[in-house]
């Protein structure tokens, strides 16, 4: 790996390390997700100059008035997503900077992800082929739609908060598929988790969170 992407003072291995042992502290218990964050350079999908609090726990701005989320968040999603068995398939809403998406790819098969605003995504795509992503597919367009042409999903994650949960994205859900979703309005955001049952779905709360909210249409 180039010196840029191993990062150097604080944005170092000791840097990522310090974020993992923080991440554990709070509570994130599986390894594989906690190994694939100290391998992941978060300090590339961010501003040079926020580039020194890149391994801070804390949701970065990344323009157009979105963040990159907080690892932590990143974490708990994740982890909630791979419960049972790892999916072969993920659709992601929101790309943002990437970041997440990149984390995805190292641990599924392959990644679908969609963003709304095409600025973001260009950036993203950039940031997956300097770090040699194959298996990423992106696309520009709202994410309410889901993905129905590679549909049905293993997995589906949404990193932007709707009111209600989208009726496409549990349409495009396998059997036996995980949907971990924030959903709410400023201030009152539960992060759940849906499962495809054999019959219907069932639902189970994680946490309290903040999200930026889900909107409709292209930006
Ligand atoms: N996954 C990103 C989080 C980015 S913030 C990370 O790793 O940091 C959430 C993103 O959701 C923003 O980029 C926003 O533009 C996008 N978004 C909001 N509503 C959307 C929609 N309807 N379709 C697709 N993307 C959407």
């Not at 396998?174 to 988790?193: C, K, Y």
Request: proline fraction near 5%.
């Amino acid at each position: 790996m180039s010196n840029e992407l191993l990062g150097i003072g604080m944005t170092s291995q000791r840097s990522r390390n310090r974020l993992v042992d923080r991440l554990r502290e709070m509570g994130i218990a599986s390894e594989i997700v906690l190994e694939t964050i100290r391998n992941t350079p978060r300090h590339i999908f961010v501003d040079e100059a926020l580039a020194t609090r890149a391994y801070d726990n804390t949701a970065l701005p990344i323009g157009h008035n979105q963040t990159i989320s907080q690892p932590y968040i990143v974490a708990r999603m994740i982890e909630a997503l791979l419960e049972g068995k790892v999916p072969a398939t993920v659709l992601e809403i929101g790309t943002g900077c990437g970041y997440q998406t990149a984390i995805l790819a190292r641990l599924v098969n392959k990644v679908y992800t969609l963003e709304r605003i095409d600025a973001l995504l260009n950036r993203a795509r950039d940031n997956f082929i300097r770090l040699g992503y194959t298996n990423i597919r992106t696309k520009h367009t709202d994410g309410n739609l889901g993905w129905p042409e590679y549909s049905p999903f293993e997995g589906i994650i949404v990193s932007a908060a709707p009111n209600e949960i989208p009726e496409k994205l549990l349409e495009q859900l396998a059997p036996g598929g995980r949907l971990v979703i924030p959903v709410g309005r400023s201030g009152e955001q539960e992060l759940l988790t849906i499962v495809r049952e054999e019959r219907g779905f069932s639902e189970k709360r994680l946490d309290w969170v903040s999200f930026v909210p889900m909107l409709e249409g292209l930006g």
